[in-house]
């Protein structure tokens, strides 16, 4: 299974290694595609590879430590 | 066109990986001269899909040119599909415009049908609209006490709650499922908390589409009657914001897969799969208000931003009619309006931010409630090149700026034409919009489905018992 996220960063993450430690935590596979990582906030698209429960549980991991977690593309739901 | 000969004509390099897999890197051509978004020559690329991987292309017209990627300029066939399978920037379609200029003019528009089906030389649909209950061609009233009231002389409004649906959304679903037809789609869905779930819904059931609706799980009653009356399947999702939004993505994109992961077209997801088709019906509020002023554009027009597509598309519109020489060539000041508990843009815009950083929504204007605009960005470069601006309003002020346009013009508007009509006053009052320009504001869907919002902040009706005295002491006056 593959899912394409964008994380955006705040201030307090941009600096962690999050999506490293992501990687050693969880059995999933990130291909990162575009990205913009600045002092104070950044984001980056990528895409994550594993089984499905674990890239739900690496999404969950990356929202506990403060990173939002939102689809490709912007927002689906719409007005 | 194969991956690898797409990147190299983008100028990216490639060196072959410890597993024989070749890697590509390099920097993606910026949009509209807005800083490199792309990766510097330190990070990776790893690309694995075809340009096309695996989509139908159909055959079509000569006005067709393909899909481009917005930020690294990859080219696709015509298919169902929104991101660029190599950087993931959105993808928005092509035209050929001396194509367009060999068969379009100002009196073939003119002869055309009075919806926004008049303007299809513009449109990604190649034969005649299948999926269609002539929306567009709405008024564009002069509205001369609301300029009074706010200092400025030649106003007016879209008044786009006249669609079929009473929203803009007719617009642009319309398109994207007249396209969807083409491609073969027997099924229309989408993920909506209101406007777009109504036209989807309605669309459908003229079209004879099955229709799947997801929403969230606490919308209200009235909302979710609006969508249920045309008898689509509607999904209510509980969970927060951002799970909605993942779970939608991820139906949008599994259920176009067959077995072995490759692409096949069953749901037409207006706004995902469908989505650089659906964005282009917005350009038609460009045309329209073009051809109403007299084939001439505005100097400043002012436009509600959600996900920030239609007013990068209005933009489009008139760049477009200008460059065709359809209308005289001039900068049209764009504006973008949101609220206060739902201002991602505006925040960018103010702070001149190089990325839009997404929020949770928290206002009124639901149907402006997008956390993270898909457009976002652009939308800001636009307001930024053109001279415009960006600015939010609180909901007091978005209830303020409903009775406003009410009680001037006669016209009720949703929370989203109350935001557009509360910045417009700010813009007024500030300086922002001169007096003697000619000032368009988009009122892009109708009071009577968030009338929730209203209660308590308008008046009460007189009681009284049924003969003239009890009238007369309620009146105050003797008749």
């Known amino acids: ?79 | 066109m194969l991956c690898s000969e797409v990147l190299s004509k983008r100028g990216f390099w490639r060196q072959r990986g410890r597993n024989g897999k070749y890697f590509y890197g390099g920097a993606c051509q910026p949009p509209l001269g807005r800083k490199e978004h792309a990766l510097t020559s330190s990070a990776i690329l790893e690309t694995s899909a075809t340009a096309s991987n695996g989509h139908h292309a159909v055959k079509h017209s000569s006005r067709l040119l393909g899909l481009k990627c917005k930020e690294c300029g990859a080219k696709y066939e015509i298919a169902p599909k929104h991101v660029c399978e190599l950087c993931f920037g959105p993808l928005e379609v092509a035209y050929d415009y001396e194509a367009i200029a060999a068969q379009t003019s100002r009196e073939k528009i003119a002869r055309g049908p009075y919806s926004m089906w008049r303007y299809q030389d513009f449109l990604p649909v190649e034969g005649t609209p299948q999926v269609n209950l002539e929306a567009g061609f709405t008024p564009l009233l002069k509205c001369d006490n609301l300029a009074k009231r706010l200092g400025i002389r030649d106003l007016y409004i879209k008044n786009d709650t006249a669609n079929p649906t009473w929203s803009f959304k007719d617009r642009v679903v319309s398109t994207a499922l007249s396209r969807a037809k083409e491609f073969g789609f027997t099924t229309a869905a989408c993920a909506s908390t209101g406007n777009l779930a109504n036209s989807v819904a309605a669309h459908a059931a003229r079209a004879g589409m099955d229709c799947y609706v997801f929403i969230p799980a606490d919308l209200e009653a009235g909302k979710v009657m609006n969508s249920l009356v045309y008898n689509p399947h509607v999904v209510a999702v509980e969970g927060n914001y951002d799970q909605v939004n993942r779970l939608c993505a991820e139906v949008a994109d599994r259920v176009n897969r067959n077995a072995e992961g490759i692409h096949e077209n069953h749901w037409a997801f207006v706004n995902v799969n469908l989505r650089p088709f659906y964005s282009e019906g917005s350009k038609t509020l460009a045309y329209e208000v073009a051809e109403q002023l007299g084939w001439k554009a505005p100097d400043h027009v002012v436009i509600p931003i959600a996900s920030g597509s239609m007013l990068t598309k209005i933009y489009k519109g008139f760049n477009e009619w200008m460059d065709l020489g359809l209308i005289d060539r001039k900068v049209v000041k764009i504006s973008g309006a949101q609220a206060d508990g739902c201002s991602p843009v505006a925040q960018a815009f103010r702070e001149k931010q190089e990325f839009v950083a997404p929020v949770r929504p928290n206002t009124i204007a639901k149907s402006l409630a997008i956390g993270n605009p898909a457009d976002g960005i652009y939308a800001k470069d636009i307001a930024e090149k053109t001279g415009g601006s960006i600015d939010s309003v609180s909901d007091e002020e978005i209830i303020e700026g409903i009775k406003l346009l009410a009680e001037c013009e006669g016209v009720f508007t949703e929370t989203a034409g109350g935001v557009t009509i509360a910045n417009l006053k700010k813009m007024a009052e500030s300086g922002r919009i001169k007096p003697d320009e000619v000032t368009v504001a988009y009122i892009t869907g109708i009071g009577l489905k968030t009338q929730e919002a209203l209660t308590g902040h308008v008046g009460e009706p007189m009681l009284i018992r049924p003969n003239l005295a009890s009238f007369e002491a309620a009146w105050g006056r003797k008749i």
Do not use: Y
Request: proline share 5%; with cysteine; charged share 25%.
């Open chain 1, 1 to 79: 299974m593959n899912d394409r996220l964008r994380l955006t960063f705040t201030p307090s993450e941009v600096t962690k290694p999050v999506v490293c430690h992501m990687a050693r935590q969880f059995q999933v596979e990130f291909s990162i595609r575009r990205a913009d990582v600045q002092p104070n906030a950044g984001w980056m698209d990528l895409e994550l590879s594993g089984e499905e429960a674990e890239i739900e549980r690496a999404i969950a991991w990356l929202e506990e430590q403060g990173v939002r977690v939102s689809p490709v593309g912007g927002d689906v739901m719409a007005g």
